[in-house]
């Protein structure tokens, strides 16, 4: 069975730095695109960062400049280090990956059980 299970939220103060991990496990053959999302209170499940199999990353506007993910294939893993924190990147912080496990037909998304990252002074 897969799994994501994500690691590194927490409390930080505005300006400080996160960095967080999500490594999938289980019997998996195949891992494509992987990408961080949140959902704030109240708030839409929304894209963080995304980035290939190759290493071409993309960032939603709020956190361009203060965000980078990166991955390692060999690990199955996909790291955000966050900078810069404000209060408003206060979140449940999702990984999910898109995919293939033994015994899936086809390709399809996963995802961890989240973390909670809190900015607040």
């Known amino acids: 069975q897969v799994q994501l299970v994500e690691s590194g939220g927490g409390l930080v103060q505005p300006g400080g730095s996160l960095r967080l991990s999500c490594a999938a496990s289980?019997?998996?053959?195949?891992?494509?695109?992987m990408g961080w999302y949140r959902q704030g209170p109240g708030k839409q499940r929304i894209l963080v960062a995304a980035?290939?199999?190759?290493?071409?990353?993309n960032y939603a506007d709020s956190v361009n400049g203060r965000c980078t993910i990166s991955r390692d294939n060999a690990k199955n893993t996909v790291y955000l280090q966050m900078n810069s924190l404000k209060p408003e990147d206060t979140a449940v912080y999702y990984c999910?990956?898109?995919?293939?496990?033994?015994?899936?037909?086809?390709?399809?998304?996963?995802w961890g059980q989240g973390t909670q990252v809190t900015v607040s002074s």
């Open positions: 999910n990956a898109g995919l293939q496990g033994l015994g899936d037909r086809w390709p399809s998304d996963y």
């Open positions: 289980g019997r998996i053959l195949s891992i494509n695109a």
């Open positions: 980035i290939t199999r190759g290493g071409r990353a």
